[in-house]
């Protein structure tokens, strides 16, 4: 148990629809990341947050967005969807500084477009 | 920009054989390296991780060195078990502190 926590753990839903994904870092740990992993796209980095803050972007869909609370778990929106946006869906907390940089994986949230 | 490559899957073994994955890395610097795995229907556990060049890293009979003059992070284990079964991933923590991940190999051990 890596101690990041996500819900819900599947979610099917239809095209054009929105849901929200919820991740609960690990106690302690301020950095979230969200991470897709597609067959077709493989593990790509969606967005980070530190402390409330966004800090990083990478190849987040404009129909997607992040927020992180001040209890410091995240929720990733995903609005009108499509087929495409099939995929398990990881948030990871980040712990350490340094050399120490580890990031540790949710069990992920499987979403699934009909 | 920053990428890992690893070798294609997937990776069929008998019990007790020799694994190599092989894993190469194109970064500025020296990033920090990890391998993590994924065991079917599960999330993405790490496995090992180097944080500078020659440092090795070891975990559950797993190894993986960090070789800079071959921008290198193979992973090796000397015998191994149907339950070491999974999909394993290479990645790199860039500057950032984001990680990216090469494409996962796939490993099944067949008793």
């Known amino acids: 148990d890596s101690g990041v926590t996500q819900t819900p753990k599947h979610l099917i839903t239809a095209t054009g629809q929105r849901v929200t994904l919820r991740c609960s870092p690990r106690s302690g740990d301020l950095s979230v990341y969200w991470y897709q992993q597609s067959l077709d796209q493989g593990l790509q980095f969606l967005i980070q947050y530190y402390n409330g803050e966004e800090r990083a972007k990478g190849n987040i869909l404009e129909r997607f967005s992040a927020q992180q609370f001040p209890d410091l778990h995240s929720e990733l929106n995903l609005s009108s969807l499509e087929l495409g946006d099939s995929a398990l869906y990881f948030c990871?907390?980040?712990?350490?500084?340094?050399?120490?940089?580890?990031?540790?994986f949710g069990p992920g949230t499987r979403l699934l477009v009909l | 920009g920053d990428s890992v490559t690893q070798m294609e899957g997937p990776v069929t073994l008998s019990e007790e054989a020799f694994l190599t994955i092989n894993c190469t890395y194109t970064a500025t610097g020296y990033p920090s390296l990890f391998w993590y795995v994924q065991y079917p229907g599960e999330g993405l556990q790490l496995l090992l991780k180097?944080?500078?060049?020659?440092d090795k890293g070891s975990n559950k009979g797993f190894e993986a060195t960090y070789r800079k003059e071959t921008t290198s992070f193979h992973l090796e284990k000397g015998s191994v078990q149907v339950s070491d079964s999974a999909v394993y991933f290479c990645?790199?923590?860039?500057?950032?502190?984001?990680?990216?991940f090469g494409s996962g190999t796939r490993l099944l051990v067949r008793p």
């Open positions: 990871a907390s980040r712990a350490g500084g340094g050399v120490l940089e580890t990031q540790y």
């Open positions: 990645a790199l923590m860039d500057s950032s502190y984001k990680l990216i």
């Open positions: 180097a944080t500078k060049a020659d």
